[in-house]
């Protein structure tokens, strides 16, 4: 899916969050903002956030939760990158392990138009133009490339650029940008099959109703090795454009929340937290065949 890696980023004070979310933000293409309402270093005491349970954090993410984001579809376990991600932000905004209160919340209800049920949700959401018109996002805790998975013995395992993969019948899951890469990158021949889950996704490859999956590059490389071992990592994409897509934290549209949430991910970045819990648990995710 949901691997340009590791991209320093400055931080602002408190008190000039609102600026940095607007001038060097995250966001990928087109833009590369992520939005933040105006919120004074007050309201980001820690501790004191406007949660929706007060002395709370509610964070969301999909059952199940995947590795390699999650351990043993368990989010409040602390194990997996997303897990750790979600409590080294928590903690940076003055909350504990035991006021943290997980929420399981589908992936596409996640970023739609509506008010949310959590504080943030942490769910390898590609942050884009489009899915800011309805939520916000924090700035940007991972840079991500989206892969292709075949069956070793098929056709679609030969192939060595994005002009292999025109013929092919190609899946992903619905609403992702795994789904944007085949029809706005490969341009296959034939319609590609959208699911809604990945597990749906994984099947189809297992069956051969579908030559080959895109997902990100993470979850490439546990399904090749502990779900469809039978299958490879065909190749990745390179990112569209000047900015690395990425992975943010999802906030109700306009949150007062999100200011205070983009600071915690830009400190979590600049002190080498991201990269530390990313050499832990996305350690395997490297190098992988580039697909021109």
Not at 120 to 136: C, G, H, M, P
Not at 145 to 166: T, W
Request: aromatic content about 8%; some cysteine.
């Amino acid at each position: 899916m949901h691997l340009a890696q590791r991209a320093l980023r400055r931080t602002a004070s408190a008190a000039t969050v609102a600026l940095l979310a607007v001038a060097v933000g995250c966001a990928p293409q087109p833009e590369d903002k992520a939005t933040a309402s105006g919120t004074s270093a007050e309201s980001c005491a820690k501790g004191t956030l406007q949660t929706k349970t007060s002395g709370k954090l509610t964070i969301a993410t999909d059952e199940p939760a995947y590795e390699p984001w999650f351990k043993d579809d368990r989010p409040a376990s602390g194990k997996g990158f997303e897990s750790a991600v979600a409590y080294a932000v928590a903690k940076q905004l003055g909350y504990a392990k035991g006021n943290v209160v997980w929420q399981s919340v589908p992936f596409n209800k996640a970023f739609a138009p509506g008010e949310k049920t959590f504080d943030f949700d942490i769910n390898q959401v590609s942050i884009s133009t489009e899915r800011k018109k309805a939520v916000d996002f924090s700035s940007g805790y991972y840079d991500v490339r989206q892969a292709v998975i075949a069956l070793k013995s098929s056709k679609a395992a030969k192939a060595k650029s994005v002009a292999d993969l025109k013929s092919l019948k190609l899946g992903a899951q619905v609403g992702t940008t795994s789904l944007d890469y085949i029809n706005d990158v490969v341009k296959p021949a034939q319609e590609p099959a959208a699911y809604a889950k990945n597990d749906q996704a994984k099947s189809a490859l297992k069956n051969g109703q579908v030559d080959a999956i895109v997902v990100d590059l993470p979850t490439a490389f546990y399904i090749t090795a502990a779900e469809v071992t039978d299958a490879k990592i065909v190749g990745q994409f390179e990112n569209q454009g000047g900015t690395p897509e990425q992975f943010g934290l999802v906030l109700d549209k306009d949150s007062a929340l999100t200011s205070c949430v983009t600071s915690a991910v830009d400190a979590l970045r600049k002190d080498g937290t991201l990269a530390k819990i990313e050499k832990q648990w996305l350690s395997e995710a490297v190098d992988a065949p580039v697909l021109k």
